[in-house]
């Protein structure tokens, strides 16, 4: 994939600022290193490049905002619903579907409205000021005035104000996990490269917007600002990424658009039929829209909307914070996890996990005053070489130590064990620091012990090893075994752990440190060589130490849940393939037939359809770039893939908006992810998400079971309209009596349902498949015969009445078609769990709405005032007891349903 830059000096299409010298790139803006750019070079590049900032393309004003909220066909529907029912007299109904609508657009509006913050974090992580060098004098400005040419100097610290081409540097070392993932420093240099796609963590002679100086000093060009940095380039993405459609706005989008045609047919069946037969053509227009307003789930949208936040404040009390209510069932289909490793799968800070000597390996270091000479000596080395304070106190409330994170992965491994730095400078005064740099790799520190003076070392095996004469075994010093050594750190590498030699040094007198010191700070290559070859030479190998960042304590076991979920973990990382595909290792992600390790590398020569053949097959992906995740992401969902991607970094931040599910890490995670991510975990914690996917399923389970009622509720009401007149009997219903029993059965049972506690194989079961509609196993059958069975019982009810001469078999129709539905209600918790095994206690809520519905028909029926606005007469104990058993046979009905569910007789 190609960087789109107008600051490259080669080609519009490959930024190239790392393959050229210092020289070049100053020829190229015409700035001299000595005296920086003048004022007119200045204006003339910020009216060529702009201001250096963050721009956003994309904001919407809240106005917008909201009315996009009414852009869906379930909403019109509804719309022209409430339309229809004002103009036939029914204010209570357009004012009921009113009020919901704008309800559900004001909190979607508030939510979209927060997501559109996201380029405003990103302009959070520039800095404030830079230190630059123009006309001859150093200067402190504001960030936004630097152009492309100007001289800027680097501190410890310091946040990098734009992209930088480096020109000198002191002992540089940047953390660029922000944009890279990666967790380890890096170290930096100004030499020239050679590859022109070379990852940006393997650019070590550019700095980049937005990452930290973590030692050392530097001075460099700027030669990206604003958008055209690799920060902007994020930015860009981030802008013109859009939000994946939930799997529920997909399958809701699909049922309202076939509701809504299905209902106009049957509504204007119902209506010829009814003129057919002779009936008023005002009382039969008046009949279809009262059912056509009664069949059309205007509850829906409210009853999800509420289940949805009923979902949210309970994964909020277990640390995950819902940006985007669709989201929080979205959870419960998720096919694919693709986790970003840093921060997300791991802790984020290097730890010392092994340490090797000849004689023995260990996960720690003895403790000190163990007497060994070795493990007392390695315990002073990585305790005193190091830049880090003198701090001491390790208690839980102590800050937490600042500076290069293996240096103080190493610090705090000594304290550990006893190896106090402030303790030991009292014994072994430090006299000089060879600090580390690129070219030697390695970092030594001179100590006065006694009248003698002793050295410790530590750096890259392949360096320190080739200055040591000896190893030291627990039989003393030997002779060293080079070719076994590098051998073994090799294979250490190779597990993943990032390896550092430790060697020490005794010198029998006292050295000259002032003169070494000197020396080794001056740029004469003859002195500072004198000093290393007095210093770092004839020294005796201690130990390696083996470094990770280390898995979280709860990732091995949350990746287990997701596996026995049916859920695909993907790890996604710009870190070291080694390294990667051993935490993947670790966590079960990789098994032992797939350990393929896919690279940015690899990934850029791959075409099309060949990475879409492999997307499936990969499980760890490394030297990823924010626009590989996307691909990555974009590639699972063409082939019908839900994917949640996790991520801390802004590197994650276009792939988290893009994904069907963006899950940010709240703590350690950058406002950036955070904005643009859907779920965002308060305790950065990854088991939380399989809690979450827990609740997605629960949530979407309630939904469907509210689906199922309605339809089911709405579909007797259509067969006993539309089968009255095929057995000769009158019309069954008036418009006001249909909108009551929706109004009674419809919306708060609806709510109780969604309060209905998960079922208990819920984690056993796999995601939903990505392309099953809301009516699969079984719903579609169930609605179909349920509704023909409470409309067969309103018939019954209403011939049984008319036939033996009884004045209120329109009052039993009525009275049978809402208790049937109430009796539904109490029987549709479970698709499988029967209502005994249940407990009618088990949801006092739901138990609570439906008595409190039975009661307010009792009213409608035998109060006056009632009975003259809504049709009725007092039914006979006889009639009453007729009603209730004809309703019950619904509950039983459905009782028997599950059963044969629960022996694989229906709809296995």
């Known amino acids: 994939m190609k960087k789109i830059t107008a600051q490259s000096p080669e080609t519009e299409e490959v930024n190239t600022w790392h393959l050229l010298n210092v020289e070049r790139v100053a020829s190229y803006f015409s700035v001299d290193l000595s005296t920086g750019l003048n004022k007119l070079q200045v204006q003339t590049a910020f009216e060529k490049y702009g201001i250096n900032e963050l721009q956003d393309s994309h904001n919407r004003r809240p106005v917008l905002i909201f009315f996009r909220q009414f852009v869906d066909f379930m909403i019109m529907v509804l719309i022209a619903a409430a339309v229809i029912a004002g103009l036939v007299g029914e204010l209570t109904d357009t004012i009921a579907i009113l009020v919901i609508l704008l309800l559900n657009a004001t909190i979607g509006a508030v939510l979209e409205y927060r997501a559109e913050k996201s380029i405003a974090a990103l302009k959070r992580l520039s800095p404030l000021s830079a230190r630059v060098l123009r006309q001859g004098d150093w200067y402190d400005l504001p960030a936004n005035k630097l152009v492309p040419g100007d001289i800027v100097e680097l501190n410890s610290g310091a946040i990098i104000p734009a992209d930088i081409r480096l020109w000198e540097t002191g002992d540089l070392e940047v953390d660029e996990s922000i944009l890279t993932g990666e967790s380890e420093t890096v170290s930096k240099n100004t030499k020239p490269l050679t590859d022109p796609l070379l990852p940006l963590g393997d650019r070590r002679n550019m700095t980049y917007r937005g990452t930290t100086v973590s030692r050392g000093r530097a001075t460099g060009i700027v030669v990206s600002t604003g958008m055209a940095s690799e920060l902007g380039q994020i930015a860009n993405l981030l802008s013109r990424a859009e939000s994946g459609r939930t799997p529920l706005q997909l399958r809701l989008g699909i049922f309202s658009q076939r509701l809504a045609w299905i ?128 701090q001491v106190d390790t208690s839980a409330d102590a800050p937490a130590l600042q500076g290069d994170p293996t240096e103080v992965a190493l610090f705090a491994a000594a304290q550990r064990a006893g190896y106090h730095k402030a303790e030991l400078l009292k014994k072994l005064p430090q006299l000089s620091v060879l600090a580390f740099t690129s070219e030697r790799q390695c970092m030594t520190t001179l100590h006065r012990d006694g009248e003698n003076t002793v050295a410790y070392i530590k750096g890259s095996p392949e360096r320190v090893l080739a200055h040591c004469k000896s190893q030291y075994t627990a039989k003393g010093e030997q002779t060293i075994e080079l070719d076994l050594l590098l051998s073994q750190a090799e294979t250490l590498a190779n597990t993943g752990y990032r390896i550092l030699a430790v060697a020490y040094r005794q010198f029998d007198i006292a050295l000259q440190t002032n003169n070494i010191t000197s020396d080794f700070a001056t740029s004469n290559n003859s002195a500072r060589g004198s000093v290393l070859k007095e210093v770092e030479t004839e020294l005796t190998f201690l130990a390696f130490v083996c470094l990770i960042d280390p898995p979280r304590a709860e990732a091995a076991s949350a990746v287990s849940d997701c596996l026995t979920a049916g859920i695909t973990p993907v790890m996604i990382t710009g870190d070291h393939p080694g390294t990667a595909l051993a935490i993947a290792n670790r966590l079960n992600i990789t098994d032992q037939h797939n350990k393929e390790v896919l690279t940015g590398a690899t990934l850029k020569n791959l075409s099309e359809s060949d990475f879409l053949s492999k997307v499936k097959k990969v499980r760890v992906y490394a030297r990823m770039s924010p626009e590989q995740k996307i691909s990555i992401v974009k590639a699972l969902q063409k082939l019908g893939e839900f994917v949640a991607m996790t991520g801390d970094g802004v590197n994650d931040a276009p792939a988290l908006k893009i994904a069907t599910i963006g899950v940010a890490m709240g703590g350690k995670g950058s406002d950036v992810a955070r904005e643009a991510s859907d779920i965002v975990l308060l305790d950065d914690n990854f088991a939380t998400i399989v809690s979450a996917v827990k609740e997605g399923r629960r949530i979407f389970d309630n939904i469907r079971k509210f689906i199922n009622y309605t339809m089911s509720s709405n579909a007797g009401e259509i067969w006993t309209l539309l089968l009255a007149p095929f057995f000769g009997l009158p019309l069954p219903l008036l418009p006001i009596q249909i909108l009551w029993i929706n109004l009674v059965t419809d919306g708060l049972p609806g709510l109780a349902l969604a309060a209905e506690k998960h079922e208990a194989d819920i984690m056993r079961r796999p995601p939903r498949p990505p392309d099953e509609t809301l009516f699969s196993k079984g719903i579609w059958q169930h609605i179909l015969w349920i509704g023909l069975l409470i409309g067969g019982l309103s018939i019954i009810g209403q011939a049984w009445a008319y036939q033996n001469g009884s004045p209120h078999w329109q009052t039993m129709v009525f009275s049978v078609l809402t208790f049937s539905q109430l009796f539904h209600a109490l029987a549709i918790r479970s698709d499988r769990v029967s209502i005994c095994s249940l407990g009618l206690m088990s949801n006092p809520f739901l138990l609570g709405v439906v008595a409190s519905s039975f009661g307010l028909h009792l009213c409608v029926i035998y109060v006056p005032v009632f009975q003259t606005i809504f049709h009725t007469t007092a039914l006979p104990p006889t009639e009453l007891a007729v009603c209730m058993a004809l309703s019950m046979v619904v509950l039983l009905a459905v009782e028997l349903e599950k059963w044969l569910v629960r022996n694989h007789r229906l709809y296995s």
Not at 322 to 334: K, N
Not at 338 to 363: F, H, I, Y
Request: glycine share 8%.
């Open 263 to 390: 209902i106009l047919g049957i509504c204007t069946l119902i209506f010829c039929i009814g003129l057919l037969q002779g009936e008023s053509a005002v009382l039969m227009f008046l009949t279809a829209v009262s059912l056509a307003v009664a069949a059309v789930p205007e509850a829906l949208p409210a009853v999800i909307t509420i289940s949805l936040a009923l979902g949210a404040g309970k994964m909020a009390r277990q640390h995950a914070l819902v940006r985007r209510l669709p989201a929080v069932e979205s959870l419960g289909s998720i096919t694919y996890i693709c986790a970003d490793k840093t921060g997300t799968l791991t802790e984020n800070r290097m730890r010392l996990e092994q340490v090797w000597t000849v004689s023995e390996t260990k996960d720690c270091l003895y403790p000190a005053g163990d007497g060994q000479s070795l493990w007392r000596n390695l315990g002073r080395a990585l305790a005193l070489n190091n830049e880090l304070g003198q």
